[in-house]
């Protein structure tokens, strides 16, 4: 069992934070697109980016892990709202049973680690430090969602070959039963969710002293959180009409919502 020292030294010089720049989430966005495309999930755009309506939202953040100005590895909460979340299109009863009990939910999405950082080996140690680096991301997510979002709790549709790395972190079955995604190429898909309020007692419960470490006493980095990169009309227009079609192919119920989110915007310049 590798403890949390060893774990820190191993990701030494990684700096976890909110994207800052539209460099960054364009960076962000095309990690997610190569390293989809590399487990098929994708198919070939000109734009080698991958994002979707729902990064439009100035709610939405994403995160980033970087080596030198490298981002090595991300992932995006979005928060629900009128458009619902990505996985709304599979799991829209399941995810409308927790809003019925008043909940607040997010989805952790676009969630994608380079490849190119360890190498293409297989072996265990690889492995683990593909794991650990998906957990100390995790960390500043579940920050995040607990402390600038007071969420009720973290959604996420995974492949079911990654369920037992989100199991570890107490993620439940949401329900429905394995799907299958048209958007990723038809991969399977599970759902999962995440009780904030009751992660301590599940980690107390179970004997992880080493996760309730990590991620309940050790203080939040509030200076992760500062300076998000606020979208401006110029990169609405780069990343979602000029980059990516992605206003083309939003419905006018979306167009009309991101509108409402930006009242000062004239979105007839930044869609023309």
Request: hydrophobic share 40%; with cysteine; proline share 4%.
């Amino acid at each position: 069992m590798i403890d949390n020292v060893t774990m820190k030294s191993l990701f030494e010089g990684i700096e976890y934070r909110v994207a800052r720049s539209r460099e960054e989430l364009e960076k962000a966005y095309r990690l997610v697109y190569q390293e989809y495309r590399k487990q098929g999930y994708l198919d070939e755009n000109t734009a080698n980016l991958q994002a979707s309506v729902y990064n439009a939202l100035p709610q939405t953040t994403t995160f980033v892990a970087l080596i030198d100005d490298v981002v090595t590895a991300t992932a995006t909460i979005i928060p629900d709202s009128p458009l619902g979340l990505p996985m709304d299109d599979l799991y829209q009863a399941e995810l409308d049973d927790l809003r019925a009990q008043g909940k607040q939910l997010c989805e952790v999405s676009m969630l994608a680690s380079s490849s190119e950082l360890f190498g293409e080996g297989i072996s265990l140690m690889l492995n683990a430090k593909k794991m650990f680096l998906i957990f100390f991301l995790f960390k500043y997510i579940f920050d995040y969602v607990r402390i600038k979002m007071d969420m009720d709790y973290i959604c996420i549709a995974v492949n079911p070959k990654h369920a037992n790395t989100y199991d570890s972190l107490f993620f439940r079955n949401l329900g429905g039963g394995t799907k299958y995604y048209s958007k990723v190429n038809g991969a399977p898909a599970i759902a999962k969710y995440l009780n904030i309020q009751t992660v301590d007692q599940q980690c107390i419960t179970n004997g992880r002293q080493s996760l309730y470490k990590m991620f309940l006493t050790e203080p939040a980095n509030l200076d992760k959180f500062r300076d998000k990169v606020q979208l401006g009309p110029e990169d609405l227009r780069y990343f979602f009409v000029e980059k990516m079609k992605i206003f083309k192919d939003a419905s006018p119920e979306q167009l009309s919502y991101l509108k409402s989110c930006y009242p000062s915007y004239d979105f007839s310049r930044i869609i023309a």
